[in-house]
């Protein structure tokens, strides 16, 4: 019983952390004059995927690389079928609003990518630079967009409404707070990363399981929570932009950034599971998504439910 409830405060420091860390980096940035815009593209997505980026970097640390590994995968496959599904079994996500054809294509290339460097047998520097200058194209092509788009009057009022909904963002917030908050993130996010590989380990060799599979299913749907909270929220509160663009973005990130930054700390080696059967259901997962893309066609309950379906049944023989 102690290694599950390691595990769940393993993950209850880790979102805690993580979301100190996001309101403390928000308020610092905006204090010192970057746009909310800018901050929203970069602060708050970095901040956000914290925990899986703490999580797969001490993985290899501690000579756990497969556990590392299985959390990307595992979370870019819960991103869409279960962090898109459930939410639109409680209400219809209408993405036929909303329009993230070009961030979705880039996802795409970015998991082709990623399954083709896993090919190689294992995620190394030089994979690492790769990923990481994909991201920079990445970020660069937004941060592009956002300027092209504050030309015209229309979208700049727009993103001045935008700018007020910051994540974390509060105007008035106090220099000590926003150290306290940073201080916060940055000691609870290594702690709670590491009670949690640690514990998750235990639970595998305990259940006699990989440590693949429990990066693949408990720690993937673990630190998949802060997306599947806001996504729930976005869907309630029809704003399905939120809901379709956080996946996408979440899951973009996760391939190119956590990967790319872990593969600079240690080399991770890719098991003939990944490559035979993971890599092709996150592709396959990604896919799925071309109807709410591009034929404007709504999450509805039906979708929903089939999502969540699938999912479970993925987590079902992975275990078997």
């Not at 980026?53 to 590392?68: C, F, I, Q, R, T």
């Not at 000590?176 to 908050?181: A, D, N």
């Amino acid at each position: 019983m102690m290694p599950w409830l390691m595990v769940a405060l393993g993950l209850l420091i880790l979102l805690l952390a993580g979301d100190a860390l996001v309101k403390g980096a928000v308020n610092l940035s905006l204090r010192i004059g970057i746009p909310a815009l800018i901050v929203s593209l970069t602060v708050v997505a970095f901040g956000t995927s914290a925990p899986e980026l703490l999580v797969s970097v001490n993985a290899v640390l501690v000579d756990k690389p497969a556990l590392g590994l299985g959390n990307v995968v595992g979370s870019n496959i819960a991103n869409v079928l279960l962090v898109l599904g459930l939410p639109a079994v409680l209400a219809v996500t209408h993405t036929s609003r909303c329009d993230c054809r070009r961030s979705y294509l880039q996802m795409l290339a970015a998991s082709v990518l990623f399954i083709a460097l896993a090919f190689r047998g294992s995620f190394d520097r030089i994979a690492g630079l790769v990923l990481l200058g994909a991201l920079a194209l990445m970020l660069a092509d937004a941060f592009h967009r956002s300027l092209l788009h504050r030309r015209d009057v229309a979208a700049a009022r727009l993103l001045a409404t935008e700018e007020e909904e910051v994540e974390g963002a509060d105007p008035d917030m106090p220099w000590w707070q926003i150290v306290t908050f940073l201080v916060l993130g940055l000691i609870g996010l290594p702690l709670g990363a590491d009670i949690l590989v640690d514990n998750a380990s235990i639970l595998a060799l305990r259940y006699g399981v990989s440590e693949a599979v429990i990066g693949l299913t408990l720690v993937a749907v673990g630190t998949s929570l802060p997306e599947l909270a806001t996504t729930i929220m976005a869907a309630l509160r029809s704003q399905a932009d939120v809901a379709l663009g956080n996946v996408i973005g979440s899951n973009m990130f996760n391939l190119l950034a956590i990967i790319g930054v872990t593969a600079m700390v240690g080399r991770v080696p890719v098991n003939a599971e990944f490559l035979s059967f993971d890599l092709w259901v996150m592709l396959a997962a990604s896919l799925i998504l071309i109807p709410f893309v591009f034929l404007g066609r709504d999450i509805g309950r039906i979708w929903g439910i089939g999502l969540t379906a699938g999912y479970a049944g993925y987590v079902l023989t992975v275990l078997n």
